[in-house]
């Protein structure tokens, strides 16, 4: 199983930036999928969280409204596109997978909210 992210950057505290993961190594299309973060000094947290069919998703309280998940099961990718960001947003972001009791990781992309 491989997770990779990609999107990452410096933007200013408003702005926007959309987060992308490319899957491959096991069925996509079977398994739900979701973006974590980390911040400095803290615990790895769930951002957001999509089906396997992408019918569903769960956000974190606080980025309800400014985030938005979803996935092409065509060409197995998940994507986070993040808006009206904040410097309390700045973590490095995980694309992760659980598939038949193994969690999966990718290595992060670092998001850092600033002006």
């Known amino acids: 199983v491989q997770l990779v992210e990609s999107g990452g950057g410096l933007v200013q505290p408003g702005g926007s930036l959309r987060l992308s993961c490319a899957a491959s190594g096991f069925t996509f299309s079977n398994h739900a999928m979701s973006w974590f973060r980390q911040a400095p000094g803290k615990e790895r947290e769930l951002v957001a969280r999509?089906?396997?069919?992408?019918?569903?998703?769960f956000y974190t309280d606080s980025m309800k409204g400014r985030v938005t998940i979803s996935r092409n099961n065509a060409n197995n990718t998940v994507t986070l596109q993040m808006n009206s960001l904040k410097a309390g947003d700045t973590a490095v972001y995980f694309c992760?997978?659980?598939?038949?009791?193994?969690?999966?990781w990718g290595k992060g992309t670092l998001v850092t909210i600033s002006s």
């Open positions: 999509i089906g396997s069919a992408g019918g569903s998703a």
């Open positions: 992760h997978a659980l598939c038949y009791g193994i969690h999966y």
